[in-house]
């Protein structure tokens, strides 16, 4: 799949029609758009996220969800991106397009389709999507909806992030801590790797087998189930409801968060304590610690579900006993049958055996060497069998998948849990104290004056700022519900599933059951074979990655990627076998990490799809970027578009390197501050060409 064409109209600063051509090169694969800061690079790359996603793109990354919160939401935010010359003219409409080309839609033959997300802000109380394939309205598209035929058919929002970004920013992939992080980054890596398809098949195959389990149920228990189907769509109906209520809560607290702010910053300029610029400083740290008091704040919310075990600790290590206990118990019955049961053979044949007629053997002498056969069995060949205690009575009976869960749960609790729960509290206090240190400044230096206007200003911040803090706390109580309805719709789930296992398959559903069994189980067998390719291929391209961009040959020596469950965690290790902690990695060997994950995840998917990298050599120095160039951009995709600044991010020296490699080049031309346009040129007089423009000519 490639790009052929973007147009953007009136969208932000590109007024009227602005086309660029993407058409593919077979022997290259570089794009090259640039221009000077302010001209619209990064404005750009938000307009195909936007097509894509809408009204979504904030959860493609935080980048996008800053902008919108900046400019108080999202519903200020499409307003604010109508081209303000193209407002003044009267002309209120607004879209972004997108041209693909050689794109595969199973069972749906076609050339082209073009994605195209349009506004308009006198007349539209939302955005319109529209779907053409070869020229005409996808009825597949209206079948599934828009929003989801872009998601299952161009490119799922879970991996956007992986296609979409800016490379500065991707550091943030080696800064992943806590287990909420992992989870969504796992899920991520989970999709882009083609695993979560067959998870999904597998969990649908297993639907369809408890269906036609429930097939054959008395009208009791289709009662039952039916009554817990009820119960479980309650669920989703209650937890959709309150992920819409927390949505909007959102869009409002952006609103209020933005006058707030508005009106801080006036308090501000009629004082003289900080300057407007100290106090964007001072938001930026406010807003960091925020971003880490969260991330503390799910540490320790995913601590409260240890925490009971760490109260009831006495109850819990007699549990954890027990368990033990009963474990050795099975071992040893275990044990026990086998030495009777090879003693009961060797006797039955010992017996058998033919003996001398003048042989005499009663009842009492048979009965002592069989007893003794038996001990002496037990010492030389089962020795370390434990006497089985005549009482012990088994509790439990945990699976073996069971025991193994709770005794790492036992052993977190024992080992970890305790300093983990310490730091976690410890860092939680410490941001806090700072967020209230910040705070308290920023109110320092809000005016004391009490002119009638200044006293009007504080009133209406003091009653925004209660307004903001009523709606974090009505979304936190939204989230604790949703919550609950989880945990609920889990056990109801879990029940509908244990009632339909108990079930018998009706005679006319058997051959699908066994059918469905057989397959289950290949998938599984499939899954973990399919799991351990794209680990050994993931662990194998992030070295080979790290190798080829990394200073520092043979730092890294190893990469292990760990899959347990639904989490996958990334572990680099030294030549020593000691893991290196991707935190003490420096802001460069981070960005290179990145770098060679986000190529290796390319590589280890089936997903063929442009990429698009803006701040492309930020942070880089000259032989880390000499290797990117040669080695990243243009294995990366078949189609790469780079946003770099040309003689800060992209040297000539660098630029002549890729050249090989550059299809065609675009300088993005501002001829007023509310027009900006395309200006197609040939790569060889590319840098030429942007020196003379801005007066930087050799």
């Known amino acids: 799949m490639t790009i052929k064409e973007i147009e953007l109209y009136n969208f932000r600063i590109y007024k009227n029609s602005n086309c660029i051509d993407f058409a593919h090169q077979e022997d290259k694969n570089i794009f090259v758009v640039s221009g000077r800061n302010g001209f619209g690079k990064t404005t750009f790359l938000m307009s195909l996220v936007w097509c894509l996603y809408g009204r979504q793109m ?81 009825e597949l598209a209206k079948e599934v909806g828009q929003e989801i035929f872009i998601r299952e058919f161009i490119m799922p929002i879970e991996i956007a992030k992986f296609f979409f970004f800016d490379a500065e ?92 702010r508005d009106i801080q910053e006036k308090l501000i300029k009629s004082g003289s304590l900080i300057t407007v610029e100290e106090l964007q400083d001072l938001r930026l740290n406010e807003e960091e610690l925020g971003r880490k008091l969260t991330e503390l704040q799910s540490e320790l919310k995913d601590s409260y579900d240890i925490i009971p075990f ?39 044949d010992l017996i058998k055996e033919p003996k001398p007629n003048d042989l005499v053997i009663d009842y009492q002498i048979e009965k002592h060497f069989a007893e003794t056969f038996e001990k002496l069995i037990r010492k030389h060949f089962f020795a ?25 749960l036992f052993n977190n609790l024992k080992y970890s849990f305790k300093e983990s729960f310490k730091r976690i509290t410890s860092e939680n206090n410490l941001a806090k104290n700072e967020i209230n240190a910040i705070r308290k400044k920023i109110r320092d230096a809000e005016t004391n004056q009490e002119s ?54 009706s005679e006319k559903n058997k051959t699908k059951d066994e059918i469905i069994i057989r397959n289950i189980g290949n998938l599984k067998d499939f899954i973990e074979k399919f799991k351990i390719k794209k680990k050994e291929s993931l662990e194998k391209q992030i070295l080979e990655g790290l190798e080829t961009l990394l200073h520092k040959k043979g730092f890294v ?93 992209l040297t000539e020296r660098e630029y002549n390197i890729l050249s090989k490699n550059i299809a065609k080049t675009f300088l993005i031309n501002n001829i007023h501050e509310d027009k900006s346009e395309f200006l197609p040129l040939e790569p060889t007089d590319f840098i030429s060409t942007y020196n003379k423009m801005y007066n930087n000519a050799d």
């Open 58 to 138: 904030q959860d493609v990354d935080d980048i996008y969800k800053k902008e919108i919160d900046d400019q108080g939401g999202y519903s200020k935010y499409i307003a604010n991106s109508l081209n303000r010359l193209a407002k003044s003219e009267g002309d209120y409409k607004f879209f972004v397009s997108i041209t693909f080309h050689n794109i595969n839609i199973p069972e749906v033959p076609c050339k082209e389709i073009v994605i195209k997300r349009s506004y308009n802000t006198k007349t539209s109380t939302s955005e319109e999507v529209e779907v053409l394939i070869d020229g005409h309205p996808s």
């Open 169 to 260: 920013k991707i550091v943030s992939l080696a800064e992943v801590n806590t287990p909420e992080q992992k989870r969504r980054l796992s899920k991520a890596y989970s999709e882009v790797l083609g695993i979560k398809k067959y998870e999904d098949l597998k969990s649908e195959l297993e639907s369809l087998q408890l269906n036609l389990r429930q097939d054959s149920a008395s009208a009791t228990e289709k009662g039952q189930l039916r009554s817990l189907e009820v119960e479980v769509d309650t669920c989703d109906d209650k937890i959709e409801e309150n992920e819409s209520k927390i949505q909007e809560l959102r869009e409002k607290r952006s609103e209020k968060n933005k006058a707030s």
């Open 310 to 348: 760490a109260i009831a600790g006495e109850k819990f290590l007699e549990v954890s006993n027990q368990l033990q206990n009963e474990a050795n118990f099975k071992a040893a019955k275990f044990k026990d049958e086998n030495v009777k049961g090879v003693t009961n053979k060797i006797l039955t």
């Open 384 to 408: 370390d069998t434990p006497e089985l205690p005549s009482d012990f009575k088994m509790l439990h009976e945990f699976s073996d998948l069971e025991q193994n869960e709770l005794l790492a």
């Open 452 to 505: 009638p206007l200044i006293a009007e200003f504080r009133k209406e911040k003091e009653d925004l700022d209660k307004e903001i803090i009523r709606i974090d706390e009505t979304i936190d109580s939204l989230n604790r519900e949703i919550g609950e309805f989880v945990n609920e719709k889990t056990q109801k789930g879990k029940r509908i599933e244990d009632l339909s296992k108990k079930l018998s398959v």
């Open 557 to 649: 020596k190893k990469v292990e990627v760990e899959i347990i469950g639904e989490t996958i965690d990334i572990i680099l290790k030294n030549a020593r076998g000691e893991e290196i902690k991707k935190e003490s990695l420096s802001k460069g060997e981070q960005q290179m990490y990145a770098t060679a994950l986000l190529r290796a995840l390319v590589e280890g998917s089936d997903i063929q799809f442009p990429i698009f990298i803006d701040s492309p050599m930020q942070k880089f120095d000259e032989h880390h970027a000499e290797n990117i160039v040669k080695y990243f951009y243009p294995n990366i995709s078949d189609q790469v578009v780079i946003f770099p600044l040309i003689n800060k991010e």
